[in-house]
């Protein structure tokens, strides 16, 4: 018997351009990686008893995520809402800007508020559905934010927002 497992939330639907041109490359390649495995897998099968070959399984089980991955593309780009203008406001944190934050030690970090697609394909890049992106947005230059961690509530403050690639 399964366990019941609620949906998770939906994630918002905004991207940068950028992030939305890798998806498309990334749905391109799978396309023709889907080929490569196909014909593989025709080849694997042709070779006789499937039920001990290893070659047909394993290629059987890289269609499988290939196919998953390219339904979740499907799925998801038309709903996707590219954002490729800076706002009007930009004194402003919100989507896509660079945020430079300094911590209680002096510590500082730079992060990039993108939507939740795209935060595997650079570093410093953070889901606008994240607590801290959630903490950031609105928020003016020189201004504090507390947010909730694992280690308990950090203070920040905001020394720099930018909206250009550095």
């Known amino acids: 018997m399964a366990r019941y497992?609620?949906?998770a939330?939906?994630?918002s639907p905004y991207i940068t351009a950028q992030g939305y041109q890798q998806l498309e490359q990334e749905s391109k390649s799978l396309w023709l990686k889907r080929r490569e495995v196909t014909k593989a897998l025709a080849a694997a099968a042709a070779e006789g008893d499937r039920s001990e070959n290893a070659e047909y399984i394993y290629r059987k089980k890289e269609l499988r995520e290939i196919d998953r991955r390219l339904r979740y593309l499907?799925?998801?780009l038309p709903k996707l809402r590219i954002i490729d203008q800076p706002p009007g406001n930009q004194?402003?944190?919100?989507f896509a800007a660079w945020v430079t934050l300094e911590d209680k030690n002096g510590n500082e970090s730079i992060y990039r508020l993108v939507g939740p697609d795209e935060i595997d394909h650079q570093p410093n890049y953070i889901s606008i559905d994240s607590p801290l992106a959630k903490s950031l947005i609105k928020c003016h230059l020189d201004e504090q934010i507390t947010v909730e961690t694992p280690g308990g509530k950090?203070?920040?403050w905001i020394t720099a927002i930018r909206y250009t690639n550095k």
């Open 5 to 7: 497992r609620p949906p």
């Open 9 to 11: 939330p939906p994630k």
């Open 74 to 76: 499907q799925t998801r």
């Open 91 to 94: 004194a402003q944190v919100f």
């Open 154 to 156: 950090q203070a920040y």
